[in-house]
């Protein structure tokens, strides 16, 4: 059984969507949308283990003042690349009431947090625009036996390419221009 499409949707605008028109969405639209290469792609229900992944990586991540943590926003990397990043680390300076978005240069590090249906874009599409944007730190979350195991990369600019800089599991420590130590170990029931 298949859901059908709002009108909006179907065709698409002429000429494909492109970022700025993810603000002028109608109000029936999903809440979680993101751009990849000119198509919208609308996240399924979360699962409780990327609920408390994002809870840990949220309450945890412990960034100088200039820096702040944020979820649930979208990083425009090009006219038709606008992906939506379960966590961002981004300059305090361009936050306001009206963002809607960041630009590359202001974001630190862009955390994913895989699932079924967004493993590849997270393990292969994601991490390319990514590191092509220029920035700097990229996490990958993936759940093995109930817990988070988290895999790190550092963008190498002079291919502007991500290398990695450590597999974690039970504890994150690591250093992304201030040091990191979370703990992996997930409360259940989630308090």
């Known amino acids: ?24 969405l109608p109000p029936d639209a999903p809440r979680h949308v993101e ?32 820096l702040a943590v944020i979820r649930g926003m979208t990083v425009t990397l090009g006219p038709r ?21 960041f630009q590359p240069g202001d974001v630190h590090l862009v955390a994913e947090v895989a699932s079924d249906e967004s493993m590849e874009r997270d393990r292969t599409t994601k991490p390319i625009k990514y590191s092509g944007a220029g920035i700097r730190h990229f996490w990958r979350i993936e759940e093995e036996d109930r817990l988070p195991v988290v895999y790190t990369f550092e963008l190498e600019p002079a291919i502007k390419a991500y290398v990695p800089t450590g597999i974690h599991r039970k504890r994150l420590q690591t250093h992304i221009g201030f040091d990191v130590d979370i703990d992996l ?7």
């Open 1 to 24: 059984m298949t859901a059908d499409l709002p009108e909006w949707f179907y065709p698409g605008p002429p000429g494909g969507w492109t970022a700025d028109m993810l603000d002028h």
């Open 81 to 101: 690349q606008r992906p939506d990043p379960d966590i961002l680390l981004v300059n305090k300076s361009v936050i306001s009431t009206k963002t809607t978005t």
């Open 35 to 66: 751009l990849i290469d000119g198509s919208l792609i609308f996240r399924p229900p979360q699962t409780a283990f990327h609920m408390l992944a994002l809870r840990q990586f949220e309450g945890y991540l412990d960034p100088p003042g200039h």
């Open 185 to 191: 170990t997930l409360e259940w029931p989630p308090v």
